[in-house]
């Protein structure tokens, strides 16, 4: 099955800073791609994704960048703030529909 | 729109005791998960659906039983809850197109003493 790595574990950064979070995938047949948002006590939201035929892609602050050759991607928040504070999971989806989820980074933003 | 709702939010259970944990989805998606979140293990897959009727086993599934019964509700059961399975759980669904992200409940808390 598929095996999803997501590195750091956790991050720390200054209010304003950028905040990059990075995942691997072992399965090249793998061709959806989301990040989540986990806040304390409530469940992981969507806050992007992106698909294997598409190579960046951006929503205001939040950017992600897939490269399918060496199986990996990225999640970029630029500016961040306060708010950005939460745990963050990527995931990897197979063509069977099941998902592969990372650890997870927990990011806290320093005001 | 509620989206998907789980219930309980919380509960504390005795070794031995059994449970059901319910998931309702107000989306007409086909597929639903259980999962469980450990701390530094992320989401584990315990068991899935791909429709009504239809269930299948995931990463960790031993210990529990799932059923869907009806296409808007999966329902997660512990026969003997040990110890092991304090965890929180969260269901998720999402449609039959394969480029959907999942929609994810906001979890049970279960303890088991």
């Known amino acids: 099955g598929e095996n999803v790595e997501q590195h750091p574990s956790t991050l720390s950064v200054q209010e304003g800073d950028s905040a990059v979070i990075k995942c691997t995938y072992s399965?090249?047949?793998?061709?959806?791609f989301p990040w989540y948002k986990q806040e304390l006590g409530k469940g992981p939201q969507l806050i992007i994704d992106?698909?294997?035929?598409?190579g960046e892609k951006k929503d205001q602050r939040i950017a992600v960048t897939l490269n399918k050759t060496a199986k990996h991607f990225s999640l970029h928040i630029t500016e961040t703030q306060p708010e950005d504070s939460a745990v963050y999971f990527c995931?990897?989806?197979?063509?069977?529909?099941?998902?592969?989820f990372g650890t997870g980074t927990s990011l806290t933003v320093i005001p | 729109n509620a989206g998907v709702t789980q219930t309980p939010k919380f509960r504390v259970l005795k070794t031995g005791q059994s449970m059901t944990l319910l998931c309702a989805q107000d989306?007409?998606?086909?597929?639903m998960y259980w999962y469980r979140q450990d701390p530094g293990m992320g989401l584990r897959l315990i068991h899935y659906?791909?429709?009504?009727?239809?269930?299948a086993k995931g990463e960790v599934p031993d210990g529990y039983n799932v059923s869907r019964l009806k296409k808007q509700n999966f329902l997660l059961g512990l026969e003997s809850a040990a110890p092991s399975q304090t965890s929180v759980y969260f269901c998720?669904?999402?449609?039959?197109?394969?480029?959907?992200?999942?929609?994810f409940g906001d979890g049970t808390r279960l303890s088991i003493l």
């Open positions: 995931a990897a989806r197979e063509v069977g529909n099941q998902f592969y």
């Open positions: 399965d090249s047949a793998s061709n959806y």
């Open positions: 992106i698909r294997s035929n598409v």
């Open positions: 989306m007409n998606h086909e597929y």
């Open positions: 659906s791909v429709g009504e009727g239809t269930t």
């Open positions: 998720a669904t999402n449609p039959i197109y394969s480029n959907q992200p999942q929609h």
